[in-house]
């Protein structure tokens, strides 16, 4: 059994945040009523992005239907539909002066659509009063409605994510409501309408380096184009623990092995989270 860490190491720390654009960031999200995932889960990014001026955008309210052993996010019932939540987010990227933003939401699962329809309406919305803004949206799997996937990719974002968190073998104790395989198959899906894909997982949760490698394979094997790799942190002492802190050494380990397997671009490194520098994941980094 692995002993688990008693407290973070050096390289995890991070400032608070902090600053002008921090504050505007702050006052624009508050002023628009919406919902970022920054702060819905604890991402140790958040001073250094806001303080950038950018915060990932969580659609759909704050509650979400599942209860992920990693995740933050408030469970539970949520709140009616906000239809006009799609002309407000699109109003705080114009506000921010985004040229590329990273939309995600809570899972809706007693939505019949998943709220694929208020997804949609966001990237157009966002399309109409930020034409030359790139749109990267982090997507639930939609419990493998394909018919709300593709509802959500005829609005054409630039890069369509879904993220695998963790290896087969630890998704009943870290997605015990999702499906490896779905997973998968959506990120084979999107891949086939002729979309960029990405995907990313948490290191330090429980599994082993031969786990890592299949996952990786897997992804590849679907067409996944985009990979991130970070740290799991426990956001608080009901979620699942840490099992050890991966070194930076490791991950820029996993992130010359994933270019070397053929992915087009890794960002593997403590911190990471999907949405860290995605700005760099929207155009190919390898000629065709």
Request: glycine share 6%.
């Amino acid at each position: 059994m692995a002993v688990r860490p008693a407290e973070k190491p050096p390289w995890l720390k991070v400032k608070l945040p902090s600053g002008e654009n921090y504050r505007f960031v702050r006052n624009v999200i508050d002023e628009n009523r919406l919902h970022t995932v920054c702060e819905s889960a604890h991402c140790p990014n958040m001073g250094e992005c806001w303080g950038a001026g950018t915060a990932t955008l969580m659609l759909l309210g704050n509650i979400c239907t599942r209860s992920c052993g990693f995740c933050a996010v408030l469970t539970g019932r949520p709140t009616e539909l906000d239809w006009e939540e799609p002309e407000r987010v699109a109003r705080a990227v114009e506000l921010m002066k985004l040229q590329h933003c990273v939309l995600t939401s809570v899972n809706r699962d007693e939505l019949k659509d998943g709220g694929a329809e208020i997804w949609a309406r966001t990237i157009r919305a966002i399309k109409t009063r930020c034409p030359g803004t790139t749109i990267e949206v982090l997507l639930p799997d939609f419990k493998g409605n394909w018919d709300a996937l593709y509802r959500v990719l005829e609005e054409k974002p630039d890069v369509v994510s879904h993220n695998m968190e963790t290896v087969p073998r630890l998704y009943r104790q870290v997605r015990p409501q999702a499906k490896y395989e779905r997973s998968l198959e959506f990120i084979r899906r999107t891949k086939e309408a002729g979309f960029r894909t990405k995907s990313g997982a948490m290191l330090g949760i429980g599994e082993t380096h031969e786990e890592i490698l299949a996952l990786m394979q897997d992804l590849l094997d679907h067409g996944c184009d985009v990979l991130t790799l970070g740290q799991y942190l426990q956001p608080t002492p009901q979620h699942l623990p840490v099992q050890r802190f991966v070194t930076p050494e490791e991950f820029e380990m996993y992130r010359q092995i994933g270019l070397e397997m053929g992915f087009d671009y890794v960002e593997s490194g403590p911190l990471v989270r999907s949405s860290y520098h995605s700005e760099r994941h929207v155009k190919p980094r390898r000629s065709p």
